[in-house]
């Protein structure tokens, strides 16, 4: 069961593009896609926006991370390794 508390609109958009939500690092995963979402950037984020970056075909197979401030290189590089 998702501990968070953002919007059940907001819950839906990533739910139903398959993202799932990691307790350990407190991120919306979506492997297929390569991006990940913190809690933090969907709660601070419009349903218009958010729904706009999951729907976003980047060519990048590089994975992308939505945050309020950006990880770190190092943190971006161990949550790539840790994701596959």
Sequence with gaps: ME?????????EILRSAGYRYNFDRQLYINR???KAFSVAFVDDNSEHDIAKLVRDRSSDREWRFFFNEGPSPA??????KMLG
Excluded: G, N
């Design 3 to 11: 501990t968070t508390r953002l919007p059940d609109r907001k819950l």
């Design 32 to 34: 297929a896609a390569k």
């Design 75 to 80: 943190v971006a590089q161990e949550l790539s």
